[in-house]
T-cell receptor, first 109, second 115 residues
Framework: DAKTTQPNSMESNEEEPVHLPCNHSTISGTDYIHWYRQLPSQGPEYVIHGLTSNVNNRMASLAIAEDRKSSTLILHRATLRDAAVYYCILRANDYKLSFGAGTTVTVRA | NAGVTQTPKFQVLKTGQSMTLQCAQDMNHNSMYWYRQDPGMGLRLIYYSASEGTTDKGEVPNGYNVSRLNKREFSLRLESAAPSQTSVYFC??????????????FGPGTRLTVL
């Protein structure tokens, strides 16, 4: 299975953007890039996913490198509620999610 | 809609005891999953059920059994609990799809301690 590499932690100030990098140099052509986040004491929740093109939704944006070996999750204006562990996951055409350790995001008021 | 519900929220067992963790979803999803999360780590898949009537092993199935009771319910059983099974257990569900949009919806978790 292709693996992802994320920084252990990142800090941000409230109302500033947060850019969360993810490296996936062994990604295959059919792997989708998914992001989930886990708020403290809760189950994970879906954030966004993409294949080749950049994607936007109400929660975040996903920027995918042209060679697909890396991607960046962008939280446009961090709030205290965005403090969570963010997981970058490569998803083949099956049912399973493989979680790594993720990036712990701290938001300062 | 309640989404994915899990019972109990907390449980303390002694080594060797058995118990069943319950999970139900009201989103009419075909696929359901059980994960465990140890402190400071990501989730690991224990078992999953792609559709009613089928179950498959995930990454860490040893010491567990599952039952897909019907489309809504998917239970996880520990026959003889061990301290190594102390963890937070999450249930999830998703649609079947030919593609990978397949967002998984997670329950709030069961915090299990085995003494």
């Amino acid at each position: 299975d292709a693996k992802t590499t994320q920084p252990n932690s990142m800090e941000s100030n409230e109302e500033e953007p947060v850019h969360l990098p993810c490296n996936h140099s062994t990604i295959s052509g059919t792997d989708y890039i998914h992001w989930y986040r886990q708020l403290p004491s809760q189950g994970p929740e879906y954030v966004i996913h993409g294949l080749t093109s950049n994607v936007n939704n109400r929660m975040a944006s996903l920027a995918i490198a042209e060679d697909r070996k890396s991607s960046t999750l962008i939280l446009h204006r961090a709030t205290l509620r965005d403090a969570a562990v963010y997981y970058c996951i490569l998803r083949a055409n099956d049912y399973k999610l493989s979680f790594g350790a993720g990036t712990t995001v701290t938001v300062r008021a | 809609n309640a989404g994915v519900t899990q019972t109990p929220k907390f449980q303390v067992l002694k080594t060797g005891q058995s118990m069943t963790l319950q999970c139900a979803q009201d989103m009419n999803h075909n696929s359901m999953y059980w994960y465990r999360q140890d402190p400071g780590m990501g989730l690991r898949l224990i078992y999953y059920s792609a559709s009613e009537g089928t179950t498959d092993k995930g990454e860490v199935p040893n010491g567990y059994n599952v039952s897909r009771l019907n489309k809504r319910e998917f239970s996880l059983r520990l026959e003889s609990a061990a301290p190594s099974q102390t963890s937070v257990y999450f249930c999830a569900s998703s649609e079947i799809s030919a593609g990978v949009r397949n967002e998984q919806f997670f329950g709030p978790g069961t915090r299990l301690t085995v003494l």
